[in-house]
């Protein structure tokens, strides 16, 4: 849709230094993400959520950002101000995280949660932020939106969390959302349900999304593009589509380990990990 | 038949609270029973006859067996018997209500202090750990914690009375005032105030102020700490990073969040440190000189007055418990995650 | 040089190669961690400061802070005297370091009490459960309950005067909270597969109690017995102030402080300074477990 990227990263660090040594939790990644759905696959301390929150500019304490460029539809994230960085935040950048449980606020309703995301943006009336939070929880197929409207986040089960979540998050209607790990705490068969709203709207909104995941098979079939990140870097780009044409042997050690219904290994294969994909060059594009 | 869980609650804190009197009732009454001196001789003399000791004996219950004599004794603090006291021959229960309001004064603005100055304190903490008004606040909570009070409140008056003169010295009024104000409440503050006495207002507040510092120190720094510790465990949770994926400004997000999922915790604290304020006085009150219920206590100990002693140990250990009770049961009704 | 760099090597290999080495490995990095808090290390060295005073005592005084010398009384602090003499000539200076020893035997005796009786409360009430679990759970709660400076004369007014009377007193007020730690603890662990085999190995309960649940109690227990120790040595010093702990001449420094207030406008010294030592000792326990506690238990401090 648009010519130019919303996002533009590139070589970006994050770095942390702890009592036994300088940790590189992200070690030059750089892409682009424009009006398409990406996802990053990478095992945990690949370094994949560390790169969203330092998109949002928000690496726990300790950690140091750096890169040669982070910018958003122009927008320097390196040295904007705090009150810059806090519009794009929710208003143009948005994120969605794992466990409701944890990621909502338990002292406080969840309509007044989802109001709250509204005001910061669009200050309006009471009236008008109760009821663009109740259309809200509609758009996400919650079917008794007065209810839970009025409940607390424990009274809720993860399914509707998570959808509650993206209520949120969507309600300041963001360019771009992150979402890291949105379904890795809940069931199965409400997983889907989930994806299905989040989904629809981002389609509906043409919206761009980051996907983060350990779930290759899920990111092969939800998103466009797809970065797999080992060690804190980037070890390969591809298309979905192209994901079984995979060049890295850490990616197709990864496609390998997949079960397939029509296959027929008899054991399945373990992944081995080179200790030379940690050294940069040649695989990173 | 399945009660509502506010009433389930309610009466769950009161039956604990119940048996909990009991245990402490139990344990002054074996603690009585212990005692080096004989009750009957204490009551008859020396030098009174058998007959009149054996008289004496009996009405005293001592020939029953000892939980017969427990249910007595219980069944007399029901009623507020707590005895006579050896020193003053008053009933204890008298005695204790005349020196009661005094420690409640001192408590009540100790507490205060406590509050508002500690719980600013510790957010500020929290918010900035690691740096120096991190450093500052730990450092005074430290101090607050570590030093014995009594003797902070030596070196306070050292420094405040007698070398800067700032504030009056030890007891509750100067000399020339006692007795003109109506003890109407027993706190000497409001009585002043309601009878438009305001030269001994200030006089009793700058009795007041030192005693009331020197404990609100302790209180402050019990508090501070706390909230620095609940704070930064907050700060640390998810929807702390929600909250500022939202966009929202820090100091919302600080209090309006954070401090929200705090409050309910401090309730405990503060409920905590009035009660532990109660029993934190009796030193202070013995450098100050304080008329309260904690000078009443040492006195008596010193006399041997085992009946005042006892007595006093049950009203502050029950009004310990029940304080502690309360604030239980008030954060239960707030926290809406347990509501 | 060279066993300096492999020791440092064998400590902070990745992979350890024995249990010995993994136990010493998380020592080390616990002791890396603490090293990181200046504070903590400032408790630490209060506290073995402590330690080396009492130890050396012998040789550091040079009296045993008893001995009269009414021609020397009041004396304000000066090359003589390094903290000056109290209302019975007697050098300050060294009945603090007498008095050291005196702390450290209520920190040893507290302890030796309350720590077992806690443990062995807690491990019973959490691992048996039921109305085992719920009577003393009632027994604890009912100390814990207690206002603890106002039980502690309670007890020291029948019992008697004196060190050990008080330090019993201290040790019945202030065992409960270990009850209630080491219970929690052993709720934690009493469905964990290692007890069900060693349950399956036919040890007795008392077996598992000993060998298995409260070694993992430990940890917890002694660094919350280091941010206690701070509020009974107060207690003591407290105690002491009203003339209910150790009896005069024994140069307790809470005593101290209670025979010289009446010397504190003129001759401040007197009760001030040993008021200064109970705040340091204080100081270094308050700091030595917040630190400890940042170590084992991390989410509060860092």
């Known amino acids: 849709m648009t010519d130019s990227p919303l996002l533009s990263v590139e070589d970006l660090h994050v770095t942390y230094n702890t009592p036994t040594g300088l940790v590189r939790a992200v070690s030059g990644v750089s892409f682009e993400l424009g009006r398409e759905k990406l996802g990053i696959v990478g095992e945990s301390g690949s370094g994949k959520s560390q790169t969203g929150r330092a998109i949002l500019g928000l690496t726990a304490a300790g950690g140091r950002v750096s890169a040669k460029r982070l910018d958003f539809k122009g927008t320097n994230l390196l040295n904007a101000n705090q009150r810059t960085l806090r519009q794009i935040r929710g208003g143009g950048i948005s994120m969605i995280m794992q466990d409701p449980k944890y990621s909502l606020n338990p002292v406080m309703t969840v309509g007044s949660q989802i109001e709250e995301a509204l005001l910061i943006h669009n200050p309006t009336s009471k009236r008008v932020a109760r009821e663009r939070s109740l259309e809200m929880l509609r758009a996400v197929k919650i079917r008794q939106p007065e209810r839970v409207y009025k409940a607390y986040p424990h009274e809720v089960s993860g399914g509707m969390g998570q959808r509650i979540m993206i209520a949120m998050m969507m309600i300041p209607e963001p360019d771009i959302i992150i979402a890291d790990e949105p379904t890795s705490a809940l069931d199965v068969t409400v997983q889907l349900q989930v994806l299905a709203v989040l989904d629809d709207m981002i389609n509906a909104r043409g919206m761009g999304l980051i996907f983060i995941s350990h779930d290759l098979n899920l990111i092969a079939s939800f998103c466009d593009r797809i970065l797999i990140m080992y060690d804190g870097r980037v070890v390969e780009q591809c298309t979905a589509a192209d994901l079984d044409r995979a060049q890295h042997p850490y990616t197709q050690g990864l496609v390998n380990c997949l079960p397939r219904l029509d296959g027929s290994h008899e054991e399945l294969p373990v992944l081995k990990r080179d200790p030379a994909w940690r050294t940069p060059p040649g695989a990173a594009r | 038949m399945a009660l509502p869980p506010t009433l389930a609650k309610i009466l769950g804190v009161l039956s604990s609270l119940l048996l909990t009197f009991i245990g402490l009732t139990a344990i002054t009454f074996v603690i009585g029973r212990l005692m080096p001196a004989d009750p009957v001789l204490a009551i008859v003399g020396d030098r009174a006859s058998q007959e009149v000791y054996d008289q004496v004996y009996l009405q005293l219950g001592l020939d029953k067996p000892v939980y017969i004599q427990y249910l007595r004794y219980l069944e007399q603090l029901l009623e507020g018997d707590l005895g006579t006291s050896i020193m003053t021959a008053q009933p204890v229960m008298e005695d204790i209500l005349r020196f009661f309001p005094a420690t409640l004064e001192l408590a009540t603005v100790a507490t205060l202090l406590g509050i508002f100055v500690g719980i600013p304190m510790g957010v500020l903490a929290a918010v900035h750990q690691g740096r120096w008004p991190d450093h500052i606040v730990r450092v005074i909570g430290l101090i607050g914690y570590s030093a014995p009070i009594f003797w902070l409140g030596m070196v306070a008056l050292l420094v405040f009375y007698a070398k800067l003169g700032w504030v009056a010295g030890p007891g509750r009024l100067d000399v020339f005032y006692d007795g003109i104000v109506e003890p109407s409440t027993g706190i000497l503050m409001i009585d002043a105030a309601m009878s438009g006495e305001w030269d001994i207002f200030h006089n009793a507040l700058s009795h007041l102020i030192l005693p009331a510092s020197i404990l609100g120190t302790f209180a402050l720094a019990y508090i501070a700490r706390m909230t620095r510790s609940f704070m930064l465990d907050q700060l640390s949770q998810e929807y702390i990073l929600t909250a500022r994926v939202k966009g929202m400004p820090e100091r919302n997000v600080i209090w309006g969040h954070a401090f929200r999922n705090v409050l309910v915790q401090l309730i405990t604290i503060i409920g905590l440190t009035y009660a532990s304020l109660l029993e934190g006085s009796v030193l202070t009150e013995t450098v100050f000189s304080w008329p309260g219920i904690g000078q009443y206590i040492t006195n008596s100990l010193f006399n041997n007055d085992m009946n005042a002693v006892l007595g006093g140990t049950i009203v502050v250990g029950t009004c310990f418990v029940g304080i502690n009770m309360l604030s239980d049961l008030l954060y239960r009704l707030v926290d809406p995650r347990i509501r | ?302």
């Not at chain 3, 903590?40 to 009296?63: E, K, N, Q």
């Not at chain 3, 202030?174 to 349950?199: D, K, V």
């Not at chain 3, 649940?213 to 919350?224: D, G, K």
């Not at chain 3, 809470?254 to 010289?260: D, E, N, T, V, Y």
Request: hydrophobic letters at 55%.
């Open chain 3, 1 to 302: 040089m060279a066993n300096a760099a492999t020791l440092r090597g064998w400590l902070l290999a990745e992979i350890p190669k024995s249990k010995t080495q993994a136990r010493c490995q998380r020592l080390f990095i616990g002791w890396l961690d603490f090293k990181r808090n200046p504070i903590a290390m400032i408790g630490l060295l209060i506290i073995v400061g402590l330690v080396t005073i009492a130890a050396l005592a012998p040789w550091i005084t040079t009296s045993d802070g008893l001995a009269l010398d009414l021609a020397n009384r009041l004396q304000p602090p000066g090359r003589e005297h390094w903290f000056g003499t109290d209302e019975l000539g007697r050098d300050i200076f060294d009945r603090i370091i007498w008095g050291s020893r005196i702390t450290l035997y209520i920190v040893a005796l507290v302890s030796i009490i309350v720590v077992p009786i806690g443990l062995m409360v807690g491990t019973v009430a959490g691992y048996l459960g039921g109305w085992v679990d719920s009577v003393l759970m009632r027994l604890t709660d009912i100390f814990l309950a207690f206002p603890r400076l106002i039980l502690a004369m309670a007890l020291v007014a029948v019992l008697g005067r004196g060190l050990e009377n008080a330090v019993l007193a201290i040790a019945l007020t202030t065992w409960s909270p270990f009850a209630r730690i080491a219970r929690a603890e052993a709720l934690t662990i009493r469905n964990s597969e290692f007890i069900l085999a060693a349950q399956m190995q036919g040890i007795s309960t008392v077996g598992i109690l000993a060998r298995h649940v409260t070694p993992l109690c430990m940890s917890s227990v002694i660094v919350r017995l280091t941010l206690d120790m701070a509020g009974i040595i107060l207690t003591a010093a407290g105690l002491g102030f009203l003339g209910l702990g150790a009896q005069p001449p024994t140069p307790e420094w809470g005593a101290m402080i209670s025979l010289g207030r009446q010397y504190l406008i003129d001759q401040w010294w007197v009760p001030t300074i040993p008021g200064v030592a109970i705040l340091v000792v204080s100081l270094g326990f308050n700091l030595l477990g917040d630190g400890l506690r940042d170590v084992f238990d991390p989410k509060s401090g860092h």
